[in-house]
């Protein structure tokens, strides 16, 4: 077998699907020839604690004390000791993708989607270029718009990330921890390159209808389950709400099967409207997400503004253009992904959410304004009340507010190609 010049090797662990989901877009937008294999930590109490911490008040209150200030520089220093001295099954794993090639790869590039991995790799690279005599690097791309300490990884050799704020406050925290100073580049959010597709005319046309309040076409809604499974109970209550207002409402639901889904599964799947995609396999759902909303047409989609918000990048000509309804937040990477979506005109400003919600609850006309700031939007934020939630998605449509934030051009489109232009990097 002729030897590889260049093994990648995708890492990525299963604290939620963002990171995954990140994953498989790098991997779908690799050039043609590319030598791949798949990485993954098999750690389910990571993933546990993720579900905690992301579910209970009291533990989402404590995670987002731990990550800022002091307290984010102190547990960062601890989880960075504790990964560093577990790393007996990632080379194991490495151990045996080498063991498929009769003649080792010339150099190996490990992609790392979560900062766990990470810090495990760059303490095994070492080792690893000494044991195998293969040269060995690391990339580290950061799956949220958010500077946390943690994404600093000082052995790696380039770190990618969103955006210019987040570059620039990680080479800051660099430079003052002065354990070496990793190359960091900015780079448009990697986005799964079959969702930038562009929407034929007759595909067009039936996003159009969707959010023409006096069509009678269905609206077709997209309603991804985390992967932590949060906010089960809101969407139950937020969809059968816009159902009551109009029956014109459809909802495709996709999330993984687990005992934490499934009375939530069983429910949606019994309801008129409703469609629900599952399955037990982390990369099967998010292939199941893409297939989805790659092959169908829809308007709206209902997410937390986790790394499925960086989709406002996409225009509505493009698959992948929804409208997103945005969820409350749950961490801090979340509020920093809607400080992305607000520096970038990409949802309203806090001023005009605020008076956007308040003429919502009056129930009156669309201020001017408004409706002509709504051109630039690609998204909302919604109330965390389920019922009244519904209302005010009801009334900015009949108001065209959705219309309007249709009529935007091509320019957010220009992003939309992160995946593609990571590899350039490389």
Not at 91 to 118: D, G, W
Not at 343 to 358: A, F, N, T, V
Request: hydrophobic share 40%; with cysteine.
């Amino acid at each position: 077998m002729e030897q590889v010049q260049n093994l990648v090797v995708l890492a990525y662990a299963p604290t939620g699907l963002g990171h995954l989901r990140v994953t498989n877009a790098l991997f779908e937008a690799r050039p043609m020839g590319t030598h791949v294999a798949f990485l993954s930590s098999h750690e389910r109490a990571a993933s546990s604690l993720h579900r905690l911490t992301s579910i209970h008040p009291i533990t989402r209150s404590f995670m987002e004390w731990t990550q800022n200030g002091w307290r984010e520089e102190f547990f960062t220093r601890v989880y960075r000791h504790l990964l560093a001295s577990r790393t007996q099954e990632l080379h194991t794993q490495l151990e045996a993708i080498l063991a498929q090639y009769p003649t080792p790869p010339k150099r190996l590039v490990f992609v790392s989607t979560h900062f766990s991995l990470a810090h495990q790799l760059s303490s095994l690279k070492k080792h690893l270029e000494k044991k195998t005599k293969v040269e060995a690097s690391l990339v580290v791309v950061v799956t949220d718009d958010s500077p946390q300490k943690m994404w600093l990884v000082p052995e790696a050799d380039l770190i990618v990330v969103p955006s210019e704020e987040t570059k620039h406050a990680l080479s800051v925290y660099a430079r003052a921890l002065g354990q070496g100073t990793p190359e960091i580049k900015a780079n448009p959010y990697p986005i799964n390159p079959r969702l930038s597709n562009k929407l034929n005319r007759s595909e067009a046309l039936e996003r159009a209808k969707q959010v023409d309040f006096n069509s009678k076409h269905r609206i077709r809604v997209l309603v991804p389950v985390s992967g932590a499974a949060v906010g089960l109970e809101f969407s139950a209550n937020f969809t059968r709400g816009l159902r009551k207002l109009s029956k014109r409402f459809r909802f495709s639901v996709v999330s993984r099967q687990s005992v934490h889904t499934k009375v939530f599964l069983k429910k949606m799947s019994h309801r008129r409207g409703f469609y629900v995609h599952a399955s037990e396999n982390d990369r099967n759902v998010v292939r199941l997400y893409d297939e989805v909303l790659s092959k169908n047409v829809f308007a709206f989609e209902l997410t937390k503004p986790s790394e499925q918000a960086f989709k406002a990048l996409l225009a509505p000509a493009q698959k992948g253009g929804v409208v997103m309804l945005l969820t409350r937040p749950v961490g801090r990477q979340e509020y920093d992904n809607l400080a992305f979506l607000h520096r970038k005109g990409l949802i309203p400003s806090h001023e005009m959410h605020e008076k956007l919600r308040i003429a919502a609850i009056g129930n009156g006309r669309a201020p001017e304004d408004i409706l002509k700031a709504a051109i630039c939007w690609r998204g909302v934020r919604i109330p965390d009340a389920p019922m009244e939630a519904a209302n005010f998605v009801y009334w900015c449509l009949r108001e065209g507010i959705f219309a309007k934030m249709l009529e935007c051009g091509s320019h957010n489109g220009k992003e939309s190609a992160g995946a593609q232009k990571f590899w350039t990097l490389l």
